[in-house]
């Protein structure tokens, strides 16, 4: 029990052996060492040979965890951290921006034999090609969450007009690389426009919101953008191959 308690300095500032680090933020003390190994974690104060730490180690450590919980990677973090340690907060903001839902489509959870009478077929390799584009994440028990639903419902209709899941499926991936395009050029734009200007300034504290504002604003201007180009590009496409289609049929006649 004695690993729970405190030791106090004269000036009342608690401090913290590892062990007693490691209990106060429910990290391992393993995961402590490789954390300060790695230069995430400040070195302790080390006197008569036993380090502690104090209550900044441990906003320290929670500010990983929250990092980790949303969606960073260790490497991401070893380099935010590493060289921005007073910014890595802010960056905390900026990813819970990026990640908010777009809207408020709830994912639907669906049995596999709901998928199969949904979609007419139980094919392994077809469920296997759903999960690997993200259409369905396996919950266990031969449970999936779908997490667009709306998507789901497009490959119903498509399917309603004679269309096979499986091509579908193949034009579904088609767009998704397409989509990882466009949207790896709208990150781009937001890179080398607004964030390399703001980073060299020095990251000035009074423009951190203006920086989360522009990242919330992206993802609306995006999808916008992307919506009024494919309606533009989709009527292009249909007159050209009705065009050629006609053609051939007057040529043939």
């Known amino acids: 029990m004695a690993r729970n308690v405190k030791t106090v300095t004269e000036d009342g500032q608690a401090e913290l052996t590892i062990e007693q680090l490691a209990y106060e933020t429910g990290m391992s003390v393993r ?26 180690h441990v906003a320290r450590l929670r500010l990983i965890q929250e990092m980790q919980t949303e969606g960073f990677k260790l490497s991401a973090i070893e380099r935010l951290i ?9 960056f905390v903001g900026l990813r819970q921006a990026i990640t908010a839902p777009f809207e ?3 994912p639907e959870v669906l049995s596999r034999e709901e998928l199969a009478e949904r979609f007419a077929t ?9 999960q690997k584009l993200g259409l369905l994440i396996p919950l266990g ?4 969450e779908a997490p667009s639903p709306a998507l789901l419902r497009a490959a119903e209709d498509v399917m309603k007009r004679g269309i096979p899941l499986a091509a579908a499926l193949a034009v579904i991936e088609k767009l998704t690389r397409n ?16 964030w390399k200007p703001f980073d060299e300034a020095g990251r000035p504290d009074e423009r951190w919101p203006e920086m989360t504002e522009a990242v919330e604003q992206l993802r609306p201007l995006a999808s916008e953008a992307l919506n009024a180009t494919f309606r533009l590009t989709l009527t292009a496409e249909i007159e050209k191959a009705f065009g050629e289609v ?8």
């Not at 590493?82 to 910014?87: A, L, Q």
């Not at 028990?141 to 999936?144: A, I």
């Not at 989509?179 to 607004?194: I, T």
């Open 141 to 144: 028990d031969e449970r999936f």
């Open 82 to 90: 590493g060289e921005h340690g007073v910014d890595a907060d802010r």
């Open 122 to 130: 139980d094919d392994d390799r077809l469920l296997a090609k759903a």
């Open 246 to 253: 006609l053609e051939r049929r007057k040529k043939k006649g």
């Open 31 to 56: 995961n402590i060492r490789n954390h300060q190994s790695r230069g995430l974690l400040p070195h302790p104060e080390v006197r008569a040979r036993i380090g502690y730490y104090g209550q900044d």
């Open 179 to 194: 989509a990882q395009s466009s949207a790896r050029a709208f990150v781009r734009l937001f890179v080398e426009e607004l």
């Open 104 to 106: 408020s489509e709830a």
